[in-house]
């Protein structure tokens, strides 16, 4: 499955859009339908209420069995039933005790030992859920979990609708679920799904929501399989399913000296290099291409790097005789390239490699959380942003969650939080002017605006960056909310009553930010909705930097008055920007140098 899957709908035409490199497009319905897709489409969005099957597999869980069972019932999703699996435990019926303890509410099955695989296998043959989620027995859900994957699958289009599967970020703690630290990922389309899922391992199984009917298509977990049963389902699964990521941690994952992924490390290990093996070998040619950018030689480089650094050594060696295999193939640079990652990677490997065993496991997790943050800290700096093109730049802030966002890419002024108030304030102003026409310029990846009652004719949500424009208009997108690809400072835009550029010109020079305010005039709109802080005396430009806040009413905007101003009620940074508004011009009114 390659190419980006977008979806987008008219009153006029309803199609996919299946993008590999070219735009093209397949008409799945004759034109008399259409309507009764859409009413179809608004039903689904209404009524979508499917059970869903809460699985708990548990081996000698009395520690923190109680804990996972009462996050389940804790769900604000209605419809859905718990299923508690003992996998044999030897613990003096210690867990057999807490399972009954809830009676009616769940559902308990007692079995020989069998291993995780087994546990889970019996559940979906059991389950009368639609949809299976799985929880760990020393995890917890957080209270909303299944009812946003819901709201998210319920905007799917009727043909993805039971052909997607959901997954979240997670956080992971040691003794306080309330002081978990985020474990963000990067936001992928389905079609690099498999490809990303061989290079990290960094998806958590409780995360995912999934179709009963995936299980009956693609099988069930592998019993033979320990430790690495899940991520061999989900490389299957991936063939044929849509893995849409929601950027919001949905789970709290524990992390403590007896859980199994670390007293069962020696056999994680070893089917983790068979594993991998196998994914890299199965990886096709279009998926190396389209998710790595790069040549094959170098993909395969890139994906053995990512092995050695990680421990597997085979799983390195066999994308190793790949890359080598392809230098017949290859340009002299791409082998160069290619080759100086592998060197490197062998040397840090065998650097690093008499080290690790002395690491306790939850060490090198806040290891791998501080180089996460080390790497942020190199992408933002200066050295690396001076020379990048705009949309270079701000495709790496997303692919890398760079502005570390708890709650969304955008950064933490895109939380619910910091939108409050504009929130409550947008649709009065909407109504106030009489806008039909609303373009969202930056629209970023739309985790605030969803919640904002958009009484508008059309919604157009504009960004620079190719993965949040696909995601958005495969996730949100209707016969009333579109979203394009566009860069701000030279691409026509589409026609509107207002735009509303927040957070976007702070993060540009004067010259790109100038160039943006011209376009967004010889567009035709009439109003301007934008970020200003009305305490600056005066702007500087961007310089090295990355942000800093603007005045458009200080030069080199010289702003007139706004029309209106809306106070955002900024708390970020100790309330140092207690200043920061919406401002509401005429475009007419507004004269550029």
């Known amino acids: 499955m390659s190419g980006h899957l977008i979806y987008e709908t008219s009153l006029d035409l309803l199609f996919i859009r299946y993008d590999k490199g070219r735009s093209c497009s397949i008409r799945l319905l004759e034109e008399n339908s259409n309507v009764k897709k859409i009413m179809l489409m608004r039903e689904l969005k209404g009524v979508f209420n499917p059970k869903v099957s809460i699985v708990i597999p548990v081996f000698n869980g009395s520690d923190f069995l109680s804990q996972a069972i009462e996050s389940a019932l804790a769900q604000t999703y209605c419809n859905f039933e718990v299923l508690v699996v003992n996998d044999g435990s030897d613990d ?140 061999d389902l989900w490389f299957r699964m991936a063939k044929k399913y849509l893995f849409v990521h929601m950027p919001e941690c949905l789970v709290k994952a524990r992390c403590h000296p007896e859980q199994g992924s670390i007293k069962m490390s020696r056999v994680a290990k070893g089917e983790c290099n068979t594993l991998l093996s196998d994914f890299v070998a199965d990886l096709t040619p279009d998926e190396l291409l389209h998710a790595s950018r790069q040549k094959t030689a170098v993909a395969y480089a890139q994906i053995a790097a990512s092995m050695w650094y990680r421990g597997f050594s085979r799983a390195g060696c066999s994308a190793t005789l790949l890359s080598f295999k392809h230098f017949p193939h290859s340009s002299f640079s791409a082998n160069t390239s290619a080759f100086k990652i592998i060197t490197k990677s062998l040397a840090m490997y065998y650097m690093i490699k008499p080290f690790r065993k002395f690491i306790p496991p939850h060490l090198r997790l806040l290891i791998r959380k501080w180089l996460e943050y080390k790497k942020t800290q190199s992408l933002t700096s200066p050295e690396f942003l001076r020379n990048m093109e705009l949309k270079e730049k701000f495709s790496k802030i997303y692919e890398e969650n760079i502005f570390r966002g708890r709650a969304s890419r955008s950064g933490e002024g895109a939380d619910l939080e910091q939108t409050r108030i504009i929130r409550q304030e947008i649709p009065k102003l909407i109504r106030k002017f009489g806008i039909k026409t609303f ?37 949100f997108g209707t016969s009333q909310i ?36 011209a376009n967004f005039k010889r567009s035709g709109a009439k109003y301007l909705l934008t970020t200003t802080f009305t305490d600056r005396a ?56």
């Not at 969803?450 to 620079?464: A, N, T």
């Not at 207002?498 to 160039?515: G, P």
């Open 439 to 475: 373009l969202d310029a930056p629209c970023g990846d739309w985790y605030w605006m969803k919640e904002v009652e958009l009484s508008v004719g059309q919604y157009i949500g504009v960004d620079i960056v190719e993965d949040i424009i696909a995601k958005n208009q495969y996730t």
């Open 92 to 231: 003096s019926e210690e867990t057999e005790h807490i399972a009954l303890s809830y009676g009616d509410s769940i559902r308990y099955y007692r079995k020989a030992n069998g291993g995780v695989a087994s546990a889970l296998n019996l559940a979906i043959e059991n389950m009368s859920g639609e949809y299976f989620s799985w929880l760990s027995h020393d995890d917890l859900y957080v209270s909303n979990k299944v009812e946003r994957q819901i709201e998210v699958l319920s905007s799917m289009p009727p043909e993805y609708l039971h052909r997607t599967i959901i997954y979240s970020d997670y956080s992971v703690f040691t003794n306080n679920p309330d002081k978990s630290i985020p474990m963000m990922m990067n936001g992928v389309a389905p079609e690099e799904f498999r490809y990303w899922l061989t290079i990290k391992n960094v998806l958590h199984g409780c995360t995912l929501l999934i179709p009963k009917a995936a299980f009956q298509e693609i099988g069930k977990f592998n019993e033979t399989l320990r430790t690495t049963q899940d991520y």
């Open 538 to 593: 005066e702007n500087e430009d961007l310089g090295d930097g990355f942000w800093r806040p603007l005045n458009k009413q200080r030069p080199p905007f010289n702003f007139p008055e706004p029309i209106c101003l809306i106070n955002e009620g900024c708390t970020e940074c100790d309330n140092l920007y207690v200043d920061k508004s919406l401002g509401l011009w005429l475009l007419q009114d507004i004269n550029l140098p």
């Open 482 to 517: 579109s979203f394009q690809c566009l860069n701000l400072t030279e691409d026509e835009l589409p026609k509107s009553d207002l735009i509303f550029s927040r957070d976007c010109l702070v993060h540009l020079s004067f010259s790109d930010a100038l160039k943006i305010l």
